[in-house]
């Protein structure tokens, strides 16, 4: 059986994978958005383009990408928020304990562990909720690019 150092030891090597593969992931995908934004601008402010600003396609892209960055936003933000909530309970908890209960730095840093084990997958599931939202709204919009970049690709 594993002691509670190597099993916190374990989850934190777990979450730091999961952390930088996410952030790769949502990094690649702001890359993209900008790459569309960009591209569908010049598109747009060329003289002679077949791109109409009229087309719904061209506002629903417009509309997706500003959704994408909005919750892009709001995941990091929601998930700081949480964080700090958190770490402000988790330092109440252990203040209040310590003198109670005459707390060790090795049952302080147990009780952190548990704690964050618990609370660190609940703001987890909230941000990937959110991540998977964004993705969503990036194929979505990725759709919308494939209809708006149509005339190029079958022109009569």
């Not at 995908?29 to 598109?43: E, K």
């Not at 994408?68 to 402000?88: E, G, M, R, S």
């Not at 909230?126 to 919009?141: D, H, M, P, T």
Request: aromatic residues 16%.
């Amino acid at each position: 059986m594993l002691s509670p150092k190597e099993y916190s030891d374990i989850i934190d090597k777990i979450n730091d994978t999961i952390s930088y593969t996410s952030k790769t992931l949502s990094d690649t995908c702001r890359y993209v958005v900008f790459a569309l934004l960009a591209f569908i601008w010049t598109i747009l402010m060329k003289e002679n383009t077949i791109i109409s600003i009229n087309d719904k396609c061209v506002l629903l892209f417009f509309i997706f990408m500003a959704l994408y960055f909005i919750i892009d936003i709001a995941q990091y933000f929601i998930t700081l928020v949480k964080y700090c909530k958190h770490a402000n309970t988790l330092y109440n908890i252990i203040n209040n304990y310590k003198d109670e209960c005459n707390l060790t730095g090795n049952k302080i840093y147990l009780i952190i562990k548990n704690s964050e084990a618990k609370d660190r997958s609940k703001i987890n599931t909230i941000s990937f909720y959110l991540f998977i939202l964004k993705l969503s709204i990036l194929a979505l919009a990725l759709l919308c690019f494939l209809f708006i970049m149509r005339p190029y690709f079958f022109s009569t």
